[in-house]
Structures are given as structure tokens and as C-alpha cells.
């Protein structure tokens, strides 16, 4: 699959006409954005540089493996074919251009383009092929650490998982650590105000884009560390792994009730007690390990039904 992807060669001519394009323009600075002119303007360059990334796609279509010494006479045919189209073309649209593009701009970006996406696919190819990538679906082994995921503890006769202290042990740090952030910081209250209404924290001066990446950012780093703390549970890590965890978190969200952080952390807490005793107490085949997350969706169903705003309710602010 990996082997020769058909879709480098139109990937790496794209960039490198773009590439080209940018490079070419920077001799001399011409004003290549006239509101009348501009795609005129820019005709030579593009021209130069899509003619010799025309021939270089041509090449590689044809012989997938060139030699050596064939490539370079790739870059320098094309090169040579792409500055004449382009010099065609500035003369075909001089009359009309506001800028005269000179020579040596022409053979830059020409250049420059086939050298960027020849160097660019040779660079591809050497990774893809000389790399042991694993395979997507194939499960791979997490990294244990002996602290956190060694042999588990034995607590009055009951039995104690490592990753389980970790993950608890996360879960108070991080939702401390949270409400600190959201209740005693500038950009924790700028985030409340911005998720209560942008339009007026952007006038009072709040810079919304700004609170925007905090969160996501915010969101990834805590993503991240719910991803190892399940990775040291599973002792190793799979492409969907996440799915089924993203599920139950947002399941856990809406029952103690979305825009809560206490709300957030007892729904799961919740969400976690009633799997575990569904598996334990239920008997029959409605019990077990497999019927665990149908119960846990049941109480997510009787919950948006007889209380749609969670278990603790989230604040809604009353707009005039």
C-alpha cells in the first residue's frame, strides 16, 4: 500500500509549484496583486513553473524509477521547457501586464519547481520505503512504567490496580487544577464570558480568538493525559481506541451536566459505578461484561429525560 502511492507525485507538484512560484517572485519584489491585473502579472511565473512540473509529472508517470542520471536531466529539460512557456506567455500577455517580469525571475521559479518536488518525492520515497511502519490496525504495546503500572496493591483483601491510583490520583489533580484555572485566572473568567456570549467579551476587550486556542489547546493536553492513563490500564493502544472513550466521556458530560466541571467529574464517577455493578450484580444475560455499556447508556437516556440539565445542572445565564 505504501510501496508507491500514486497520489505523491500530484502532491509534490503542487507544492513545488507553489514553491516555485514564491521563490521566483522575490527577485526585485514585483507588485504581482494589481486588482486588474494580477493573474496577468503573475502569468510568466506560473507559467515557467507549471511547464516544468508538467514534464516532470509526465517523467515520473512513465518511469516511476528513474536513474541517477536521468534525474538530472529531468530537472534541466523541464526547466528549460517550463521557462520557455513562460517566457511565451509573458510576451503573449506583455501588452496587458502592469508588471514586466524579467528573465531570470522566469528560470528561477522554473528551477525551483522541479528541483523542490524531484528532491521532495526522492525524500518521500527513501522514508516510506526504508522505515518499518506499523500497521493501522495492528495494537501496539504501551509503554509500562514500573511505578504507575507494576504489580497491583492488596488493600484489605481487595485488589488494587496501579493504573487505577493513577488514574484517580489524574483525575483529582487535573479537576483541581481546572477549576483553579477557569475561577482565578484572566483567561479561565475571559473563557467563561466568551462561552456566555463572544460578541460581548469581544467588546469589553477580550480577545476571543486568543481564548478560542486556549481551550482547544487546554482540551488536547487533558485528552492527552486521559490517553495514557487508558493506555497504562490496557497495556496497549489501537486507531479507535479513543472511540468508545470519547463516547463515555461526553455520556459522562451530560449526566452531571454540560458546562459543569463538579458536573463533569461525578457523571463519570457515576457512569463508572454503574458499569461496575451492572457487570458484578445483574444476573442472568442482561448482566456481565458485555451488556456493561448498555446500562450505562440507559441511565444516560433516563437521565435526559427526567432531568435534561444533568445530575448538578449546568448555569445558564439569562440574556436581555
Known amino acids: 500500500m505504501y510501496d508507491q502511492p500514486a497520489w505523491t507525485v500530484v502532491v509534490f507538484a503542487g507544492g513545488a509549484l507553489a514553491l516555485g512560484y514564491v521563490v521566483g517572485g522575490r527577485p526585485g519584489r514585483p507588485n504581482l496583486n494589481h486588482p486588474v491585473t494580477k493573474w496577468l502579472d503573475r502569468a510568466p511565473l506560473l507559467g515557467a513553473a507549471t511547464g516544468a512540473v508538467v514534464l516532470w509529472i509526465v517523467a515520473r508517470l512513465v518511469e516511476r524509477e528513474l536513474s541517477v542520471l536521468l534525474v538530472p536531466g529531468v530537472v534541466i529539460v523541464g526547466a528549460a521547457v517550463g521557462t520557455v512557456v513562460g517566457w511565451l506567455l509573458s510576451i503573449a500577455v506583455r501588452n496587458k ?3 514586466e517580469t524579467g528573465i531570470q525571475p522566469i528560470v528561477l521559479a522554473a528551477v525551483t519547481a522541479v528541483a523542490a518536488a524531484e ?6 520515497r527513501t522514508l516510506i520505503t526504508h522505515v518499518e511502519w506499523p500497521s493501522a490496525k495492528q495494537s501496539i504495546p504501551f509503554p509500562q512504567i514500573d511505578v504507575v503500572s507494576g504489580t ?5 483483601g481487595v485488589t488494587i490496580q496501579r493504573s487505577a491510583i493513577f488514574t484517580v490520583a489524574a483525575l483529582a489533580i487535573c479537576a483541581i487544577v481546572l477549576w483553579f484555572f477557569i475561577n482565578r485566572t484572566r483567561v479561565g473568567r475571559g473563557m467563561q464570558a466568551v462561552s456566555q456570549d463572544p460578541d460581548t467579551a469581544r467588546l469589553m476587550g477580550i480577545n476571543v480568538d486568543r481564548i478560542i486556542v486556549v481551550a482547544f489547546a487546554l482540551g488536547a493536553v487533558l485528552a492527552a493525559i486521559a490517553g495514557v492513563s487508558q493506555g497504562l490500564q490496557n497495556s496497549n493502544i489501537q486507531y479507535r481506541m479513543g472511540f468508545l472513550a470519547g463516547l463515555k466521556a461526553f455520556t459522562a458530560a451530560v449526566l452531571g451536566g454540560i458546562g459543569n466541571i463538579y ?3 461525578v457523571g463519570g464517577l457515576v457512569l ?3 458499569e461496575a455493578m451492572a457487570t458484578q450484580y445483574i444476573p442472568g444475560q442482561f448482566g456481565g461484561s458485555t451488556w456493561k455499556d448498555v446500562w450505562a447508556f440507559v441511565i444516560l437516556i433516563l437521565v435526559l429525560v427526567f432531568r435534561p440539565q444533568g445530575l448538578l445542572g449546568a448555569r445558564v445565564v439569562d440574556r436581555a
Open 263 to 265: 458536573g463533569a467529574v
Open 152 to 156: 497491583a496493591l492488596s488493600v484489605g
Open 272 to 274: 463508572g459505578v454503574v
Open 97 to 99: 501586464a502592469r508588471v
Open 119 to 124: 528532491i521532495g518525492w526522492v525524500l518521500w
